[in-house]
């Protein structure tokens, strides 16, 4: 069965500070890996996503994510966080041709002004 | 574009009683799906819909029933609400590549 695992419950950055949000995975083939960002009483909004291909991955809002095969990482990175970034970000698994997203338990951002 | 719109917002029940939530998407997806969020445990699927006639459970199927309305509609039917489903419910709409997600459904149940 797959499983994802984010370790960090809550992390607190100042703002301009880099940020990197862990992610490890479980899945026996190759995984579809996403992270999505939920701002508080709103529903969830794709950030990025990696199928195949460069390991480095860009999506919205400056993030991005790099895919580590032989740590079954996909963390999630940004340079310099804005205080608009505090939320909750969720990293998830899907297999190729299924419906199923496994969501990890979330990680909560605070930034500090 | 409204996306994915979800009824109601917020609902109370009591023990026993029975509810359905709506939602419905305007971007012509042909699979939807809903979840539930409780805290500290991420999202959790409960019923797909693959396409307009189909449904199929998720990892907590249990005490939930949907129906695939029509192409645009997905509801979510608690037969005898239990506490143990106060939760937070999310429908989405997508393929697993790209899920939109609806505002969510923040329910009760004393």
């Known amino acids: 069965a797959q499983s994802v695992t984010q370790p960090d419950i809550h992390i607190t950055v100042s703002e301009g500070a880099s940020l990197e949000l862990r992610c490890n995975y479980s899945?026996?083939?190759?995984?579809?890996l996403f992270w999505y960002v939920q701002s508080p009483g709103q529903g969830l909004q794709l950030l990025l996503k990696y199928f195949s291909g460069d390991t480095l991955v860009q999506g919205i809002k400056g993030f991005e994510a790099e895919f580590k095969r032989s740590q079954s990482s996909f963390n999630l990175r940004k340079p310099s966080v804005h205080w608009s970034d505090a939320a909750e970000y969720f990293c998830?698994?899907?297999?190729?041709?299924?419906?199923?997203?496994?969501f990890g338990k979330g990680t909560k951002l605070s930034v500090i002004p | 574009n409204a996306g994915v719109t979800q009824t109601p917002k917020f609902q109370v029940l009591k023990t026993g009683q029975s509810m359905t939530l709506q939602c419905a998407q305007d971007?012509?997806?042909?699979?939807m799906y809903w979840y539930r969020q409780d805290p500290g445990m991420g999202l959790r699927l409960i019923y797909y819909s693959a396409s307009e006639g189909t449904t199929d459970k998720g990892e907590v199927p249990n005490g939930y029933n949907v129906s695939r309305l029509n192409k645009r509609e997905f509801s979510l039917r608690l037969e005898s609400a239990a506490p143990s489903q106060t939760s937070v419910y999310f429908c989405?709409?997508?393929?697993?590549?790209?899920?939109?997600f609806g505002p969510g459904t923040r329910l009760t149940v004393t």
């Open positions: 989405a709409s997508g393929t697993v590549g790209e899920q939109y």
């Open positions: 998830a698994v899907a297999g190729a041709g299924s419906y199923q997203l496994t």
């Open positions: 899945y026996g083939a190759t995984p579809y």
């Open positions: 971007m012509n997806h042909n699979s």
